[in-house]
């Protein structure tokens, strides 16, 4: 059996608001619990070597807007397709490099408004039995923003939080329930994305939270040595990337 060596790269940056450098020692710390090295980057350029990205279990996005080459999205795509993870919450991961949607497709969602601004109060309500980053968790009380998304219906979603609660032009419609937190997979890789994380202590003020964001990191790194032990291939995969 190949043990690969538990990694984790987290690149962060972009806008100051998310508050990129705390949620990334954050993240860092999560999953250096669990065994795991953590390496954090401020520039985008660690994601120039596609072979060197492959080494890693996780790839964790904390970079809010911002430009991207294509190359590194492509680069990005090919490492989670042969098993790397990928995740990130709230506009570190789903409102980062708008003008790719590569991006985009690969993530699962992106961010297109937050009725109110921060400070909405609002529940997140678990999806029970969805899947093991759930386990035991309660529905939970939020106060922040309260993202609304356009998303892939191929998601999984694990929990979810009720639109309308502010009356803007939104609210003529349908009542609709908005993912929150959800998985995907891209190729043999495991995608994990949480809406919650506007500030930081999101997470210490809903410890569920933050329960949700290290469970869902894990999963996402453990899909590394899953694809391995099980000889997954990217062959199917790869033939039709070249067409993209």
């Known amino acids: 059996m190949v043990i690969i060596m538990k990694k984790v790269l987290i690149f962060q940056g972009g806008w100051d608001g998310h508050e990129p450098k705390l949620t990334s020692k954050r993240f860092a710390s999560m999953v250096e619990s669990e065994g795991y090295t953590a390496e954090i980057y401020d520039t985008l350029d660690c994601l120039a070597d596609a072979d060197k990205l492959c080494e890693y279990s996780l790839i964790v996005a904390c970079w809010t807007m911002g430009d991207i080459k294509n190359e590194y999205v492509v680069n990005i795509s090919r490492a989670v397709g042969k098993g790397t993870g990928l995740a990130g919450c709230h506009g570190g991961m789903c409102d980062a490099f708008r003008q790719n949607t590569e991006w985009q497709f690969m993530t699962g969602g992106q961010w297109v408004s937050h009725p109110g601004g921060d400070g909405i109060e609002y529940t997140v309500n678990v999806i029970h039995g969805s899947s093991p980053i759930t386990e035991g968790v309660e529905d ?30 939104h609210s003529s419609n349908k009542i609709v329930d908005m993912p929150v937190v959800w998985t995907k997979f891209w190729g043999n890789g495991r995608v994990f994305y949480t809406s919650l994380g506007h500030h930081d202590d999101v997470f210490d003020n809903s410890p569920n939270a933050a329960i949700l964001m290290k469970r869902g990191l894990i999963w996402a790194a453990e899909g590394k040595q899953y694809a391995i032990d099980n000889n997954l291939t990217t062959e199917r995969f790869e033939n039709n990337a070249k067409m993209y």
């Open 140 to 169: 939970f009380p939020v106060k922040s923003e309260h993202y609304y998304l356009h998303v892939d219906p191929a998601i999984e979603v694990l929990a979810t939080t009720r639109f309308p609660l502010v009356n803007y032009y």
